[in-house]
């Protein structure tokens, strides 16, 4: 089909593909993928969907899976986080794909639904945060008969008309689609938990692989990919001088524990709070003061959210923040923040993704990609070296649930850890790190096999 694809600029295509040329020799982990099944193709016959940020990055990550067979069309999961020269470049590659940065939440649903539209529909998911296979999986439940919710947000009213347009359009086309989908991989924290839920409800009609607990996963991208993207962000947007300013951190996880490193790295003073006391314990042994928001709201010069729950900064907060106080969220979705309840206030727009926002009391704030994960929208995301390790997770996913399909059941799965094992493995060359080797009596005497897995299944790095 000519023009199968909605980007911002296909002109754009040329200086996307200089951009992934230089990613490529960043993400190790996907070239060795390539290396090592692009003959073979286990992905031949895949048909793969996915709602992942239309980043550089991802553009290696959907090349990998093109060089491996799979037939792919892809739409950005996020509305500020597509790179528009990345998806330029796709779209010229061939490859059907369907983001703009900036996009409406509309569009967004749109797109996703676009994203869908092989000939024979999909047989595989790739998601992150976990919309396309919400919407799939809703659209199923409300053709059975389900009602609709009552929307309690501009996001859920965005998509209940989308489902609405789409059962209007194609009657039963939601549970044809949800009875061809193989199994979906999931990106992200958010996403897993989405899974999680809908397994507990018994509302899990395909197997699931939580790719976002792989330990070269989490324990890398949320971690150093935010310790790296997350101060990247603040700065493009504010270009703000971050030493000597009090930043708060909501949330001490994975996402918590980079983004503290981040601030500190830039000479930020930083306060964490949480609700976990296991937690709480670490950041404070981390050195760093575990606080109520309450305490320290009217003080602080930058607040950021990590949590993945949401009302953490809520009105009352914002109300007592002090004069041009920064806000913003690098969790999953804006409902971290309660933005919403600033529409009626005076709004100006700074530049794209940044706004001054002014109080009753005559204090502005400034408001990151209007509470949306701020990395990618006021910056680039995580660096290539760090998503090859989540992206080389992904690609392993879609093969196991493509290629050894029946050995699953309608659950949640992580891969297993020789899979871990091998992803880290791939990374090590390109920075240089020896690996000291077991002999055989050392690996006796600890339990393990010389070439590993070198951890037993509850440990947890
Ligand atoms: P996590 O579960 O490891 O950490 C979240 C932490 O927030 C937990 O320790 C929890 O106890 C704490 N928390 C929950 N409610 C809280 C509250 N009201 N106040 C203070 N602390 C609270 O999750 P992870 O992996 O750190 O992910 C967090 C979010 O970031 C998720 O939405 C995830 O999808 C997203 N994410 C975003 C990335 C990005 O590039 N922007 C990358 C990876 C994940």
New binding site residues.
Partial sequence: MANDYIVKDINLAAFGRKELDIAETEMPGLMALRDEYGESKPLAGSRIVGSLHMTIQTAVLIETLVALGADVRWASCNIFSTQDHAAAAIAASGVPVFAIKGQSLEEHWDYLDKSFMFPDGPNLILDD?GDATLYILLGARIEGGEAFGVATSEEEEAIQAQIKKRMEASPGWFTKMRDQIKGVSEE???GVHRLYDLVKKGQLPFPAINVNDSVTK?KF??KY??KE?LVDGIRRATDTMMAGKVAVV???????KGSAASLRGAGARVKV????PI?ALQAAMDGFEVVLLEDVVSSADIFIT????KD?IRIEHMREMKDMAIVGN????DNEIQVAALKNHKWTNIKEQVDMIEMPNGHRLILLSEGR?L??GNAT??PSFVMSASFTNQVLAQMELWTNNEAYKNDVYILPKHLDEKVARLHLDRIGVKLSKLDAEQAAYIGVSPDGPFKPEHYRY
């Fill in positions: 945060g992200t924290t958010t989490s991208d949320n990919g935010c993207s909501m949330g001490y996880g994975d996402v918590g709070t949480e609700v976990d937690c990590t949590t993945g729950n953490v690098i969790g999953h979705f994960l990395n990618l995301g995580h």
